[in-house]
C-alpha cells in the first residue's frame, strides 16, 4: 500500500454520519412551523414526527460530532490555524481522483456513487475536510520521522520489501500470426529497428506511444510472462505468443534477479507511510484531548439505545 493509498483510506474512514450536520441541505421550499413536511393520501407528516425520527435516528452521532467539531474548530482558531478553500479543494480532488481511479478498474462505486451511498453532500464532505485539515494544523509539529527510525522499520520488515525475479520487456501486438512473423523478420534482419517497427504496426495505441516498452513483469503464469522469461538473452525476440485475440512478439530488454530492495530506494516511501500512519494516530490523540479539555454542556437528552437481542 502507498502513503497516498493510505491516506486516503485513512480519510474517508473519518468521514462518517457526522458530516450530516455540518452544512444545511439546500431546499427549494421552506415549510412554516406549521405545514408538514409531506403528506400521504392527504394525511400529513407533521415538522414534529420528521423532527423526532431524525433526531431517534441519526441525532447522537451528529450531536456528538458537532461538538467534536467545535471543539477542533476553537482550537484552531486559537492556534492561528487557517485552513484556505484551496487547501480543501486539492484534498477533495486527492479523495476524489483516488475513488474514480479505483472505480475505473471495477475496485469499487464511482465518486457519485459513493457520495450518494453515504447520503452526503459536497458542501458536507468540505466541511468535514476542512475540519481534518484543521486538526493537522493543529498536530503537524509533533509528526516526525527519523531516518532511523525508518532503518529501523526496514530492518524489521525486510520481507514486505522482497521483490520477484522480473524481466523488462517490449511488445509489439498485431491481428494475426503472419503479421507477427513478418514483423520479427523485418526487425531481425535489420531492415526495421524494434523501436519503428512498434511504433508502425502495433495495434495497441499504449505501446504504440511507448516504442513497444511494458515495463517489468513478473511470471504470472500469463502467456506474454512466460515468453518473456523464456528468453535466454536482452533483445532477444520471442516468436508470435497467442494472447487475447491478437499476437504479440515480446523482446526482452533486461533481467533482474529476485532481491530485498535496498533501503535507500524504499526509504522515501517508508518515511511517507510512516508519516502518514504516525498523523492518523496524533489525529485521533487530539481529538480525544480537545473533547477532555473542553467543557461541554449537553443541554439535550436522546432515547436510550436498545440492544439487539
Given at each position: 500500500?502507498?502513503?497516498?493509498?493510505?491516506?486516503?483510506?485513512?480519510?474517508?474512514?473519518?468521514?462518517?454520519?457526522?458530516?450530516?450536520?455540518?452544512?444545511?441541505?439546500?431546499?427549494?421550499?421552506?415549510?412554516?412551523?406549521?405545514?408538514?413536511?409531506?403528506?400521504?393520501?392527504?394525511?400529513?407528516?407533521?415538522?414534529?414526527?420528521?423532527?423526532?425520527?431524525?433526531?431517534?435516528?441519526?441525532?447522537?452521532?451528529?450531536?456528538?460530532?458537532?461538538i467534536q467539531t467545535e471543539t477542533i474548530t476553537q482550537a484552531a482558531e486559537r492556534a492561528?490555524?487557517?485552513?484556505?478553500?484551496?487547501?480543501?479543494?486539492?484534498?477533495?480532488?486527492?479523495?476524489?481522483?483516488?475513488?474514480?481511479?479505483?472505480?475505473?478498474?471495477?475496485?469499487?462505486?464511482?465518486?457519485?456513487?459513493?457520495?450518494?451511498?453515504?447520503?452526503?453532500?459536497?458542501?458536507?464532505?468540505?466541511?468535514?475536510?476542512?475540519?481534518?485539515?484543521?486538526?493537522?494544523?493543529?498536530?503537524?509539529?509533533?509528526?516526525?520521522?527519523t531516518s532511523s527510525e525508518a532503518q529501523d522499520f526496514y530492518d524489521k520488515n525486510q520481507?514486505?520489501?522482497?521483490?520477484?525475479?522480473?524481466?523488462?520487456?517490449?511488445?509489439?501486438?498485431?491481428?494475426?500470426?503472419?503479421?507477427?512473423?513478418?514483423?520479427?523478420?523485418?526487425?531481425?534482419?535489420?531492415?526495421?529497428?524494434?523501436?519503428?517497427?512498434?511504433?508502425?504496426?502495433?495495434?495497441?495505441?499504449?505501446?504504440?506511444?511507448?516504442?513497444?516498452?511494458?515495463?517489468?513483469?513478473?511470471?504470472?503464469?500469463?502467456?506474454?510472462?512466460?515468453?518473456?522469461?523464456?528468453?535466454?538473452?536482452?533483445?532477444?525476440?520471442?516468436?508470435?505468443?497467442?494472447?487475447?485475440?491478437?499476437?504479440?512478439?515480446?523482446?526482452?530488454?533486461?533481467?533482474?534477479?529476485a532481491r530485498i530492495a535496498p533501503f535507500d530506494e524504499v526509504k522515501q516511501s517508508i518515511?511517507?507511510?510512516?508519516?502518514?500512519?504516525?498523523?492518523?494516530?496524533?489525529?485521533?490523540?487530539?481529538?480525544?484531548?480537545?473533547?477532555?479539555?473542553?467543557?461541554?454542556?449537553?443541554?439535550?437528552?436522546?432515547?436510550?439505545?436498545?440492544?439487539?437481542?
Open positions: 500500500m502507498t502513503a497516498r493509498t493510505l491516506f486516503v483510506v485513512l480519510a474517508l474512514a473519518l468521514v462518517s454520519v457526522g458530516a450530516l450536520a455540518q452544512q444545511p441541505v439546500e431546499k427549494s421550499h421552506a415549510p412554516g412551523v406549521a405545514d408538514p413536511v409531506a403528506t400521504v393520501n392527504g394525511k400529513p407528516i407533521t415538522q414534529e414526527q420528521y423532527r423526532n425520527t431524525l433526531i431517534d435516528w441519526f441525532g447522537r452521532e451528529v450531536f456528538e460530532e458537532m492561528k490555524v487557517v485552513v484556505t478553500d484551496e487547501q480543501v479543494d486539492k484534498r477533495l480532488a486527492l479523495m476524489q481522483s483516488d475513488i474514480e481511479e479505483k472505480a475505473a478498474t471495477g475496485q469499487g462505486p464511482t465518486f457519485a456513487q459513493w457520495m450518494a451511498s453515504r447520503r452526503v453532500t459536497l458542501a458536507n464532505l468540505r466541511a468535514r475536510l476542512r475540519s481534518e485539515l484543521q486538526l493537522e494544523g493543529l498536530v503537524s509539529d509533533e509528526v516526525k520521522v520481507k514486505a520489501f522482497a521483490e520477484p525475479e522480473r524481466v523488462k520487456i517490449s511488445v509489439i501486438t498485431v491481428k494475426t500470426e503472419d503479421e507477427a512473423n513478418k514483423v520479427r523478420t523485418l526487425i531481425n534482419s535489420k531492415q526495421k529497428n524494434w523501436g519503428d517497427a512498434a511504433r508502425e504496426f502495433n495495434i495497441n495505441p499504449y505501446t504504440a506511444k511507448t516504442g513497444g516498452d511494458l515495463g517489468y513483469c513478473i511470471d504470472d503464469g500469463s502467456p506474454i510472462a512466460k515468453a518473456a522469461f523464456g528468453l535466454k538473452a536482452d533483445l532477444e525476440i520471442s516468436a508470435p505468443v497467442s494472447f487475447q485475440s491478437a499476437f504479440h512478439i515480446v523482446r526482452r530488454e533486461d533481467r533482474q534477479k518515511v511517507s507511510m510512516l508519516l502518514e500512519q504516525r498523523l492518523f494516530e496524533t489525529k485521533m490523540k487530539k481529538r480525544t484531548e480537545l473533547r477532555n479539555q473542553a467543557v461541554i454542556q449537553r443541554l439535550v437528552e436522546f432515547p436510550e439505545a436498545v440492544a439487539t437481542p
